[in-house]
């Protein structure tokens, strides 16, 4: 009797791990690095004084899975900027700052996409600094998302977050 209870319990452990086994593979993301392409998607700065960049890329990336996706986007600040560093964030939001190049430093404007999948990401150019913010919309019962890393690589913001579907 007491093979038949170390079986049964083995059994039940070993089924356990199994099911497990996906969403341990799942939630494993791929270490974040700068492409060696460009862009692939850029916003246009809206200048309401002094000189600035035309336009701000960002890289994006996304992995759709069942129940939800993961999204990737590394702002291309290097371009304009010194490094950027981390100012502040919480599980819904991420704020990014660095030095503008000195050709760009006197720049007020902002930069924004209307694209709907794009509008969650924004900069503000002022003060001789470039602001780059991540903000998630708010949750729903049937769509939270939560911001899962939000770091500096290679001197460039890069934030990845998830949203339940």
């Known amino acids: 009797m007491s093979k038949l209870i170390r079986f049964t319990t083995s059994l039940g452990i070993f089924a356990t791990l199994l099911m497990a086994i996906p969403g ?3 939630s494993q993301s791929t270490p974040l690095v700068i492409p060696r392409t460009l862009p692939n998607e850029s916003f246009m700065v ?7 960049p035309q336009s701000i890329g960002i890289w994006t990336a996304t992995r ?8 990737t986007v590394i702002a291309n600040t290097l371009a304009i900027a010194s ?4 100012v502040r964030s919480n599980k819904k939001s991420a704020e990014f700052s660095a030095r503008l190049k000195s050709n760009f430093a006197s720049c007020v404007g902002t930069a924004t996409s209307q694209d709907e999948t794009l509008n969650l990401y924004r900069f503000r150019l002022q003060n001789g600094n470039v602001i780059f ?7 729903t019962p049937s ?3 939560e911001i899962m890393m939000k770091n500096v690589i290679s ?9 339940a579907d």
Not at 83 to 86: P, V
């Open 24 to 26: 341990f593979t799942q």
């Open 46 to 52: 809206n200048r309401t004084s002094g000189t600035c």
């Open 64 to 71: 759709q899975y069942e129940g939800g996706g993961e999204f």
């Open 83 to 86: 490094r950027a560093s981390l």
């Open 133 to 139: 913010r991540v903000q998630l919309p708010k949750d």
């Open 143 to 145: 769509n939270p998302s």
């Open 155 to 163: 001197g460039q913001p890069a934030v990845r977050w998830a949203i």
